[in-house]
């Protein structure tokens, strides 16, 4: 096997870079490129809202839960401006970002407030959640939501079953699901690479500190029947010249032999929830 030093290089320096220099990194898309909800709030929030018109819905009065929301409030605010009640941002593993969203506070005072010297949500407005979702379960305190969203998260998880068994819980009979996933190699140059090495290797030397799963389409095709009721995952993007290119290194457990499914580089999967 010839090796891809190009590729094997950055990926062994970022599996072992500490992860606050990671989140530096991130945060000014230095290297390291953020997501939508970072770089692009307003846009990310709009498309949520879009596809709940185009199917007969809206925002208006609902209690979202943004899931891997990175730091930032910014999304959180737009979801409310386009007509949410309750917005909740749960992040396990991206504290607030202090410096950014200070700088939110003189134009969104009725959503912000001062707390300690930081800026945090008014409670009655939204909800900061920095846990596993896994230990949370619904309350009085903490009730069912309306919507789940998220975008280029959930290819990072590490337990997809059982996070997405507990987001299906959290959320309202009759609930809907909005995910963005990214089925690429986040070494955006090479797609399909990741998928050349064994679950050791990849584990042990390339896995980066955010983690990629490496799950394909049906993965999450699988995922998610079992946990809702009605699912619709729409493909956005594929690259079969990629995929065809590396398919000679491509490991079997990551070819379906559907040439449409295995080049799938970018899906949105819209989840319903069991009626009671």
Not at 103 to 117: A, E, H, I, P
Not at 127 to 132: E, G, K, S, V
Not at 249 to 274: C, H, K, M, W, Y
Request: charged content about 25%; some cysteine; glycine content about 6%.
């Amino acid at each position: 096997m010839i090796l891809n030093l190009p590729y094997l290089v950055p990926r062994v320096v970022r599996h072992f870079m500490p992860e606050g220099l990671t989140r530096f990194l991130l945060l000014r898309s230095i290297i390291i490129r953020p997501g939508l909800e970072t770089t692009a709030p307003q846009t990310a929030a709009n498309r949520y809202n879009e596809i709940l018109k185009s199917r007969g819905d809206s925002l208006k009065d609902k209690r979202v839960l943004v899931f891997g929301y990175g730091g930032r409030f910014d999304l959180g605010i737009g979801l409310l401006e386009a007509g949410a009640e309750h917005v909740v941002l749960c992040d396990k593993y991206a504290p607030p970002d202090d410096a950014h969203n200070a700088m939110l506070l003189s134009k969104y005072d009725s959503v912000l407030f001062l707390d300690g010297g930081r800026t945090r949500p008014r409670p009655e407005r939204m909800t900061l959640l920095q846990a596993d979702i896994r230990d949370i379960r619904s309350s009085p305190e903490f009730p069912p939501v309306d919507l789940v969203v998220s975008s280029s998260v959930y290819e990072h998880l590490d337990d997809v079953d059982g996070i997405t068994r507990s987001l299906a819980s959290l959320t309202k009979p009759g609930g809907l699901h909005i995910h963005y996933v990214d089925l690429r190699d986040h070494f955006f140059k090479y797609p399909f690479e990741m998928l050349s090495y064994s679950e050791t290797i990849w584990r042990s030397w390339l896995n980066p500190t955010s983690n990629h799963n490496r799950f394909r389409l049906w993965d999450y095709r699988r995922a998610f029947e079992k946990y809702f009721e009605k699912i619709e995952i729409q493909i956005l993007e594929r690259d079969e010249t990629a995929f065809e290119k590396a398919r000679p290194r491509i490991r079997s457990e990551f070819v379906s032999g559907n040439l449409q499914d295995d080049s799938v580089t970018l899906i949105l999967v819209i989840a319903s929830r069991p009626r009671n």
